[in-house]
């Protein structure tokens, strides 16, 4: 039977975790999955420690990012699943302009998703938020904060899904956005105020170790319903939250004491790094890269040893460096039981923290490829993403709630 695919259009997308996620069909390891919280999986057949992710009936159909480490990633990875899509590398400002203008046109779509930039609302940055002098194109430094400052970049997310008018939209950021005064309510309010108007649920804060992806990684989702395709009583049920597509958590976390008993336990380190190859040993160049710096001081960040036998930490894009460290010689204070040489994750560790799958490349020479990525960039990138295994979970329960939703 021939499904009926609903079309995505992607803004912010990085290098595609949260694309991956929306459309599935990708590896993710075998404890991932909760089949008591997800019976419907259960069919699903193991390869070693892996178990392929079924396919969604979304697919993405526009993908945008400005930042050329994000294209670099993303283009072979999707080129190599035959995705249509065409990447495109220009600010979204500008690209709203020039369709305003009649100079460009979005694609029509059925839904709109986006990770709008995080870094002014990061409680690991400088928290400027609405304050943020940084201009859309990343770069130069704006006067005074305005509509084109990094930290109202949501403004032209919004605009895009008034040209649009997609079905659906969900945008992504940091959980620190809730903590900064009203921002919430205020970017809640102005997509409630879209067009003919917009159902725009309760956002909420979803912490991905309860879902499947061995990281202490939080974030808060946005999540709006057109209303001209909804019938009153589905609004209603909307509104009062009778009807909630936002995903089920899977497992439990490290933290909590009594968990429910149709949780799974938390994915650790230890289970998804049980096969990976020491970096001198192996052959994926993103796992033969990492980073070289020196062990600062247990003061600084990411100077610190990460716990096998639990989560990891937040993977971030601005580690500069400082990203944690797999070993610590013990006179640095670290456990390293098992007495190899002292360094920091590398590139394929920080992927498979993100649940991202070992096909997907983050390290790339100008010799082998028109894309090339650098270690850095590849950090970077990793850490911008959404774990695609969290966009799995967000994008599933929705399909699995599209047609009480819609009538369709």
């Not at 305003?100 to 029509?108: D, I, T």
């Not at 082998?368 to 329960?397: C, Q, R």
Request: glycine fraction near 8%.
């Amino acid at each position: 039977m021939q499904v009926d695919k609903k079309t995505v259009l992607s803004l912010f997308s990085g290098c595609g975790g949260m694309d991956l996620g929306v459309e599935g069909d990708f590896f993710v390891h075998k404890r991932a999955l909760n089949f008591s919280a997800n019976p419907e999986f259960s069919y699903l057949k193991k390869h070693k420690n892996l178990i392929k992710l079924p396919r969604t009936n979304f697919e993405i159909i526009f993908a945008n990012d400005i930042l050329k480490d994000a294209k670099n990633a993303y283009i072979p990875f999707f080129e190599k699943r035959n995705s249509k899509h065409i990447f495109h590398s220009e600010s979204i400002v500008n690209l709203v302009k020039k369709a305003k203008a009649g100079k460009f046109s979005f694609p029509k779509a059925d839904i709109v998703i986006g990770g709008f930039p995080c870094q002014d609302f990061s409680i690991a940055g400088k928290r400027l938020g609405f304050n943020s002098h940084k201009s859309h194109n990343g770069k130069i430094e704006c006067d005074i904060p305005s509509e084109e400052s990094r930290g109202h970049l949501y403004i032209w997310m919004k605009q895009v899904i008034e040209l649009v008018e997609p079905k659906v939209f969900i945008a992504e950021n940091v959980k620190g956005l809730i903590s900064l005064g009203d921002v919430k309510e205020i970017i809640e309010n102005d997509f409630r105020n879209i067009n003919g108007g917009y159902v725009v649920l309760n956002a909420q804060i979803l912490h991905s170790g309860n879902f499947g992806v061995p990281q202490t990684r939080e974030r808060i989702i946005f999540m709006g319903f057109n209303k001209k395709y909804l019938k009153k009583e589905i609004i209603k049920k909307l509104e009062s939250g009778k009807i909630n597509p936002y995903p089920v958590k899977t497992h439990y976390l490290p933290s909590e004491v009594s968990p429910d008993k149709n949780l799974a336990k938390y994915v650790s380190l230890k289970e998804i790094f049980s096969d990976l190859k020491e970096p001198s040993k192996s052959d994926d160049l993103s796992q033969q890269a990492y980073s070289k710096a020196k062990f600062y001081g247990d003061h600084a960040q990411g100077n610190s040893e990460v716990n096998l036998n639990s989560l990891g930490p937040t993977i971030r894009a601005e580690h500069h460096g400082n990203i944690e460290f797999r070993r610590l010689s013990k006179k640095n204070g670290g456990k390293n039981i098992e007495n190899l040489e002292e360094r920091r994750l590398t590139v394929r560790e920080c992927a498979r923290i993100q649940t991202f799958p070992d096909d997907f490349e983050f390290t790339r020479t100008s010799k082998n490829s028109e894309y090339p990525l650098s270690m850095g960039g590849g950090y970077k990138v990793i850490g911008n993403a959404v774990p695609p295994l969290l966009g799995f979970h967000i994008a599933w329960s929705l399909q699995n709630k599209w047609n009480e939703i819609f009538g369709e």
